[in-house]
């Protein structure tokens, strides 16, 4: 391998939404980071079955329910 091609692979803690942390691997961030998820298995609906919901910051499922109303979905 050609040296210095490649990031810098380290160790960080994850936190989830619920508080849980764990240890894994990466190229983000810097050794010893923390990154804290906004979304992850236990809180988004695609895994966990629907029971809640995302937040539309941004007016774009809203937005998208209103351009495509008279469609009927």
Known sequence: MKAETHPDYHMI???MTDGTEY???TTWGDEGA???LDID???HP???GGSSRLMDT???VSKFKNKYAGLGF
Request: aromatic share 6%; net charge positive; proline share 6%.
């Open 23 to 25: 240890q894994t691997r």
């Open 13 to 15: 803690t994850v936190k």
């Open 41 to 43: 298995p236990t809180s």
């Open 58 to 60: 941004g007016g774009r």
């Open 34 to 36: 923390t990154m804290t």
């Open 46 to 48: 695609a895994w966990n």
